[in-house]
């Protein structure tokens, strides 16, 4: 038996009410009932010993989600949420830790509209409490942003902001770890002894003023040893192992070092913060070691809670690992806030700092002209992946039918055909396009890359293979194999990561250990989506994640009419083509980044001329600009 609570908005306190939702191992509500379209179906969070909350790949989303309700909640709100939930554990003599995992720069004007990116952002992040935090993948694309981390953000958090990995270069040429290696520390209510390590997945394309060392070497590092061995199991109650890395099941670096970890704390308890693939997920890896992951872009604050003497011995396998913890995927909006809180006015929900920070975003934005209105979105939303790229919904058919073919040709030196096909990587699209204004910031949300576009010239038949070449399901493996070049990392992020959860099997921790790790199984978990979604039909949730992780499928605090993420391929493009003849030459147009996928793609179709040297610059006017534009011009 689980309880729900329904909740309206504040302001309507006192008309809430509870009411009982028997689950039966095949239906979902049997009664919901539902009295007013703008309530919601929140779950309780899991108070226990140790309460965490965890943010990851922020990518710099503090002012919240301006075109969505669900996502509305600022950095500022974030700020007063968290301070009420300190207090509360406090009050219950229970511990609170706040652990962030990295990326806060890309995707969103606030932080990239800036010179270098963050300026502004940065310091609204740093505003939050963090007790843990550590580096991303984005911090270390540019030796600015890797500055940044190090005088500012380190320099801030001092002792909590750890990096075991990551090594930065000083004036001198000296290495020095990015931050502290570790963190050994008692926590203030319950004196619960902590030792904290992060992680940085084997990332190689950072810049030269810094260094990643893979996990598989830190675990060969005397240094790496010797914290181990001077924190000795009796002296620790708890690992924390948080960091930039996925939290899967099939993850070669996580698994290696849980084996490493687990010969010198054979039944510490552990818990692995994770990111990076833009994910919500909870992954169990033993009887006492789980790992969360918390999404992205400030859609979803992570909960985790920890009982530190649990009972109930005889239990085994999943329901074991369920005494001990308990996981919530909280989305980050006001109403959940001040649910979980148990607040429901504003005044008394804002707390001075988070009133403050609210302020500053807005002044920023608007000394960063990011509101400035571009056009309206007013017809419809356009989604990258909730619908097929088929469906007058999708944002790749909005770009691939209008858009693109907007795009003219900015080279006078070149000589054009009247054919053309324009490619683009999924990936190049970062966000969905939501109903409202479409301002400065949207252009950065949606797609911000300021690539050039090249172009190609080929006979007909041979141009109009490229693109299906590149979304061939068995070359894409071929292609991963050799290491330099995997079409996949074409698509976007999150979908990226959704191949490897779905394709690859937990190989690696299933053959470790003898217990059934899983509550969901695969085809269970697609009854479950077909009967969620009837059930919401008639309660009207609204849309949104319904996660299906090792501890089941009531992760998510909010109930949800789940959201299905389609495939899409790891790239479209658009047709302009009229001849005929299979000889004609058709512009094969495509930004210049994918040159190296557009040439092998060349090559595995059999086209043998060596063509490197006939790609010409067509424009600089980047898809973001296109889009502007188009949206400027167009009732859509
Ligand atoms: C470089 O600078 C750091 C910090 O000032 C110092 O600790 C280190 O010894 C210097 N290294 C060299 C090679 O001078
Ligand atoms: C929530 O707050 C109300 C009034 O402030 C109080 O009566 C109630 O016990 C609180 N509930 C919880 C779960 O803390
Ligand atoms: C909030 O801002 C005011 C005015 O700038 C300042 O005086 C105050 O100290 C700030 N409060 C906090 C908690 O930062
Ligand atoms: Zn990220
Ligand atoms: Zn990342």
């Not at 319950?190 to 810094?210: E, H």
Request: aromatic share 14%.
């Amino acid at each position: 038996m689980i309880e729900y609570k329904t909740r309206y908005q504040h302001g309507l306190v006192g008309l809430g009410f509870v009411f009982v939702i028997f689950l039966f191992s095949n239906s979902w509500f049997q009664s919901s009932k539902q009295q007013n379209s703008d309530s919601s179906l929140i779950r309780n969070l899991e108070w226990n010993d140790i309460n965490f909350i965890h943010t990851t790949d922020t990518h710099g989303w503090y002012s919240g989600h301006l075109n969505q309700k669900q996502y509305n909640a600022n950095w500022g709100h974030f700020i007063s949420f968290t301070s009420h939930l300190r207090n509360i554990a406090h009050s219950k003599k229970q511990d609170f830790l706040l652990v962030d995992t990295g990326d806060k720069h890309d995707g969103n004007g606030l932080s990239d509209v800036t010179i270098p990116n963050g300026a502004e952002s940065l310091p609204i992040f740093m505003k939050q409490d963090y007790d843990l935090l550590t580096i991303g993948n984005h911090e270390l694309y540019t030796l600015e942003n890797s500055q940044q981390e190090y005088d500012l953000v380190r320099k801030h958090f001092k002792s909590n902001y750890v990096s075991t990995n990551v090594e930065y270069k000083l004036q001198n040429g000296t290495f020095v770890p990015m931050g502290q290696r570790y963190k050994y520390f008692m926590t203030p209510m319950q004196k619960i002894r902590i030792l904290a390590f992060a992680f940085l997945f084997d990332f190689t394309r950072y810049n030269s003023g810094t260094k990643v060392e893979p996990i598989m070497k830190v675990l060969d590092e005397d240094w790496f040893k010797d914290i181990l061995i001077d924190h000795p199991a009796d002296e620790v109650d708890l690992l924390v192992i948080f960091g930039h890395i996925p939290v899967t099941h099939n993850d070669e670096e996580l698994f290696q070092l849980h084996l490493f970890l687990r010969k010198y704390y054979p039944k510490t308890k552990i818990q692995y913060f994770g990111g990076h693939s833009h994910i919500r997920d909870f992954s169990v890896y033993d009887d006492y070691l789980t790992g969360l992951q918390s999404g992205r872009f400030c859609e979803t604050a992570g909960w985790l809670s920890i009982n530190l003497n649990p009972t109930g011995n005889d239990l085994k396998g999943v329901d074991k690992v369920e005494s001990t913890f308990s996981r919530s995927y909280i989305d980050f909006n006001l109403d959940s806030f001040m649910y979980h809180t148990n607040i429901s006015s504003s005044e008394e929900f804002n707390t001075e700092l988070g009133l403050n920070v609210s302020r500053h975003i807005n002044e920023v934005r608007r000394e960063l002209n990011l509101e400035e209105i571009i056009g309206f979105v007013r017809n419809s939303n356009y989604f990258m992946d909730y619908v097929s790229i088929q469906n007058p919904k999708s944002i790749f058919k909005l770009l691939t039918d209008k858009v693109l073919p907007t795009l003219e040709v900015g080279n006078q030196n070149i000589t054009t055909s009247d054919q053309r096909l324009i490619i683009i990587n999924t990936g190049s699209i970062r966000y969905d396009l939501y109903k409202g204004p479409y301002t400065l910031d949207s252009q950065y949300i949606i797609s911000p890359f300021e690539n050039d576009w090249v172009k190609l010239t080929l006979p007909k038949h041979i141009a109009i293979k490229i693109a299906p070449k590149l979304n061939e399901w068995l070359y894409i493996i071929r292609s991963a194999n050799d290491n330099t070049l995997d079409n996949r990392r074409l698509l976007p992020e999150h979908q990226y990561s959704r191949l490897l959860k779905d394709y690859s099997s937990s190989k690696n921790f299933a053959k470790y250990s003898e217990q059934h790790y899983f509550k969901n199984q695969i085809p269970e978990r697609f009854q479950e989506i077909g009967e969620l979604k009837s059930a919401s039909r008639k309660s009207r949730l609204s849309k949104g994640y319904v996660t299906h992780d090792d501890f089941g499928h009531d992760g998510d605090d909010t109930l949800h009419r789940p959201v299905v993420n389609h495939p899409i391929p790891n790239v479209v493009q658009s047709k302009e083509l009229f001849d005929s003849d299979e000889d004609s030459p058709v512009d094969v147009v495509f930004y210049s980044f994918i040159t190296p996928n557009v040439l092998w793609a060349l090559k595995e179709i059999g086209f043998d001329e060596d063509v490197s040297t006939r790609i010409e610059f067509y424009s600089k006017h980047y898809l973001g600009l296109l889009l502007n534009e188009y949206i400027r011009n167009h009732n859509i």
